[in-house]
Structure formats: C-alpha cells, structure tokens
C-alpha cells in the first residue's frame, strides 16, 4: 500500500527536549515537506526538499531541524528552541506528472508540550 | 515571492444556499492552482485544480488572471461538504506548493 507514513501519532514532550517526527514515503517522490497546523489556521511551511541532500527553510522554520539522507525520509526535530511547539504538524510529498504537480499528505502527527 | 490569500477564516451557510470561497494569489508569471480539502479526521486531499476544468462533488473553480483570483464555488451546499478547504498554487514547471490559510466551511441544516 502505497503513501505517507508519519509517526508518531500523538507524542508528547516535556519543555526542553528535542524531539523528532518521522515521515517516510514510498511513492518515489522527490519534494517533501513539512508543515505545521495550528487549531484554527492554515499550513505553514517549515521546511522543504526538493531532492536528496539538500533543503529550504519555509515561513516557520526556527526551532526546527530537518534531513534528507534518502529519497524515502524526510525527518522533523523540533529542538527546544521553539517557543510554542504544541501543534499538528503535517509532512507530504509531491510529484509533476502530465496532469501538473501532485501533493499527497500523511496523516499528521500530534505534538503536545507538557 | 508567490502569495496565496484566503480572505474568509469562517463561512457559514445554509444547506441548499450557494457557496463562493474565495482565492486570491499574486505572482507575476502564470501559475498552476489547486483546492484541497480535509474532511474531519481525514487527511487533507486534492479536491480540484485548474488545469483539468473539472467539477469534483459539484464544485467548480475558473482560474480568473485578470482579477488574479480561483474562487471555488458551489451552487448547492451540501452538509457532508462542512471541511476546511485551502487554495495552492505551484509555478508552472516547479513542484512546490504554497497554500492559503485556509477556509473553514460550515454547512448547517
């Protein structure tokens, strides 16, 4: 079954700790991203990758870190320098096919800061 | 930089009544844009986008350069229709998005 996998589902975290969100994909998509959901407002991006090894920063990116060793894998870590992590945060990837750009979304991972 | 504005956070209407959300972008060249949905407790998911001038579950959405906007519409709202939509736009020829803030839809009986 082909798609986006995060985990955890839920995670929590006391203040002060790194913590990493996983994202893998089998789709073979090269661009990967990461956004954050707060209740109420839209995506914001925090970071993206267009290709292995290499990555941008979006709107929100301080306080997180990211890698793209592999095609497959884009982790999250959010570092304890984010000021207010609690949050959704949704990781997807995307691929240009003859139709146009396509963009497939995990099912998200819940982060609460305790 | 490219820009999408959803200007309504909240529309509520009345089951059977006309639906507009609305979009606006700015970029100065021609872009390709998209509507996606999440349904409660679902993932969010492509619902339409310009370049295929289709009609998904009755919505519609005509790309405007002129006003530079991609207004989704609906002439009946249905109640399994309530979900937050967001606009997107990708660069012709890239493959990143970026999305609006999105609309919340509600759609009371």
């Known amino acids: 079954d082909g798609g986006i996998t995060q985990s955890p589902k839920y995670l929590f975290r006391k203040e002060g700790q790194n913590v990493t969100l996983s994202c893998e994909q089998n789709?073979?998509?090269?661009?990967m991203y990461w956004y954050r959901q707060d209740p109420g407002q839209g995506l914001r991006l925090i970071y993206y990758?267009?290709?292995?090894?290499?990555?941008q920063k979006g709107d929100i990116a301080e306080g997180y870190s990211v890698s793209r060793e592999k095609k497959e894998s884009f982790p999250l870590t959010v570092t304890s320098a984010q000021k207010n992590p609690t949050a959704f945060y949704l990781c997807?990837?995307?691929?240009?096919?003859?139709?146009?750009?396509?963009?497939?979304f995990g099912e998200g991972s819940w982060l609460t800061v305790v | 930089a490219q820009r999408v504005t959803q200007p309504e956070k909240l529309l509520s209407v009345f089951k059977g009544a006309p639906v507009e959300l609305k979009c606006n972008y700015s970029y100065s060249g021609s872009p390709e844009l998209f509507w996606y949905v999440q349904y409660s407790r679902q993932r969010l998911q492509l619902l339409l986008r310009h370049i295929s001038r289709e009609s998904i579950k009755g919505f519609t959405a005509d790309l405007n350069k002129g006003e530079t906007s991609f207004h989704l519409k609906k002439p009946f709202a249905q109640e399994e229709d309530s979900a937050m939509y967001y606009c997107a736009l990708s660069l012709v020829g890239g493959n990143m998005l970026t999305f609006g803030g999105g609309t919340r839809l509600m759609v009371k009986p």
């Open positions: 997807a990837s995307s691929t240009r096919g003859s139709s146009g750009n396509t963009i497939y």
């Open positions: 990758s267009q290709i292995v090894n290499d990555f």
């Open positions: 789709l073979n998509h090269d661009a």
